[in-house]
């Protein structure tokens, strides 16, 4: 038989339940980190297990030290594409790189090669201002069925004369839970349903699997006090 004191002295967790929420606690607040350093960790020694043997040996730290540090590839990487950089933007670096440009397109399999490379890679990083502009809903891979996408660009040449009376919008749809992979999709600009989440918070969502959910942004409907009276 129930009392009504019951209700005012809950029973408190046990000590196992208590151990229980503080190692759950501890795994969310340590998982992000240690993975974070694992990651850089794996990286710099990728790239100084890439970078270090094309360095010359009277010029590498571990020769003067006796020991080897991680992440010195990734500084002479660093300091050779800055340097790179500089020497290409002059009158003599443009002229050696459209000379070296010649040769590579007289290859025919080489050029294909470098032409791809090349593109992508003006596109990802010497480009800025063409990433990704707008976090959007499509219906994908049928109707009734929403997706994530990111819009890039709107369709131009063959592909806009190809479909001549709507506006196509091409959209990246990414795969989750990496969404660095995925599907080019042209949509027309009708059937693109535009978010007010950013696109990074956009990726979040697809990263997490739809565990993480950016904040709310619609604004809330205040009510009419002359109705309410």
Do not use: C
Request: charged share 20%; aromatic share 10%; hydrophobic share 45%.
């Amino acid at each position: 038989m129930t009392t009504p004191f019951d209700d005012q002295n809950p029973k408190k967790p046990g000590l196992f339940a208590g151990l229980r929420s503080s190692f759950l606690t501890g795994i969310v607040v340590i998982a992000p980190v240690g993975v974070t350093i694992w990651l850089v960790w794996t990286l710099a020694g990728w790239i100084d297990g890439f970078v270090l043997p094309l360095v010359p040996s009277t010029i590498q730290p571990e020769k003067y030290i006796g020991i080897n540090l991680r992440g010195i590839g990734v500084i002479f990487f660093l300091v050779f594409t800055v340097l790179v950089g500089w020497i290409a933007k002059g009158l003599i670096g443009r002229s050696l790189i459209r000379w070296a440009e010649s040769l590579v397109n007289r290859m025919p399999v080489v050029r294909s090669i470098y032409s791809g490379i090349k593109q992508i890679s003006e596109t990802v990083f010497a480009q800025s201002e063409r990433s990704f502009e707008k976090a959007v809903l499509i219906e994908y891979p049928r109707r009734g069925i929403y997706a994530i996408g990111f819009i890039s660009t709107e369709a131009k040449g063959e592909v806009a004369r190809a479909h001549p009376n709507d506006q196509l919008l091409s959209v990246f749809v990414p795969t989750t839970p990496n969404p660095t992979s995925g599907f080019l999709l042209y949509f027309p600009a009708k059937d693109v349903i535009e978010l007010d989440m950013s696109v990074e918070e956009a990726a979040k969502l697809v990263i997490s699997a739809g565990l993480v959910y950016p904040p709310d942004r619609t604004p809330t409907a205040v009510p009419d006090t002359d109705d309410a009276a």
